[in-house]
């Protein structure tokens, strides 16, 4: 048995209306998986009209260039550190996505360091107006990791800023500039959103080793 069974039946069961919630616990209690893989297929597996919505919205990369851009913040920095450590994936709607499940327990660590240099090389090389990263203020430590991202965006000599809100998905799917963002409720509402982290791996080819494109065998 491997996950490209229960995807081909939650892919069909999601073209003909079901809701996913159900979808997902009825395929994957049929197959007998455990959590990871029913996290895995809730993350990746999307109907035909919500990915092909979701991949007609997307603005160009190259729209990045001289326009603003608000960037969700934990969502994009923890899919960065996902690519890093291989465990990304691409999924249906064209999105890279993470599935480790580690926003609220997310730790400044390397990894995430290294992630956040990645991020901020690509947005100096692709030059916006300015950029602004969103954090979660619930999120333990958000003030020091916003002081941390405004010191490198100083550093990288483009001009932005880091802030947290207490309803960053609201701020989000409400700002009249270009969202980066992997969240599909954003994706979905967001007036203009750009496909960020493809756009990344896209850009530095050494990073496509680091997303998953076929679901794992078991």
Do not use: W
């Amino acid at each position: 048995m491997n996950l490209k069974d229960a995807a081909t039946d939650i892919r069909y069961l999601l073209d003909r209306g079901y809701p996913q919630k159900g979808v997902i616990g009825f395929v994957c209690d049929h197959y007998r998986l455990d959590e990871e893989s029913r996290h895995i297929l809730s993350r990746t597996i999307l109907s035909q009209e919500v990915s092909g919505k979701r991949r007609a919205k997307f603005l160009p990369c190259e729209s990045i260039k001289g326009n603003n851009i608000i960037i969700d913040g934990y969502n994009i920095i923890i899919g960065m550190e996902s690519i890093l450590e291989k465990k990304a994936y691409f999924c249906d709607d064209g999105v890279i996505r993470d599935t480790r499940g580690v926003f609220r327990s997310f730790k400044i660590s390397n990894n995430a360091e290294k992630a956040i240099g990645l991020i901020m090389l690509f947005l100096k090389e692709m030059n916006p107006a300015y950029v602004v990263f969103l954090l979660d203020s619930q999120i333990s430590k958000s003030g020091l990791l916003a002081k941390m991202l405004r010191e490198t965006i100083s550093y990288y000599g483009f001009k932005g800023d880091a802030k947290t809100s207490k309803h960053v998905d609201f701020d989000l799917k409400n700002s009249e500039d270009i969202v980066a963002s992997s969240d599909g409720v954003i994706i979905d509402e967001a007036p203009k959103v750009v496909n960020f982290l493809y756009c990344l791996v896209s850009r530095f080819k050494h990073l496509e080793a680091g997303v998953v494109r076929e679901l794992p065998s078991f």
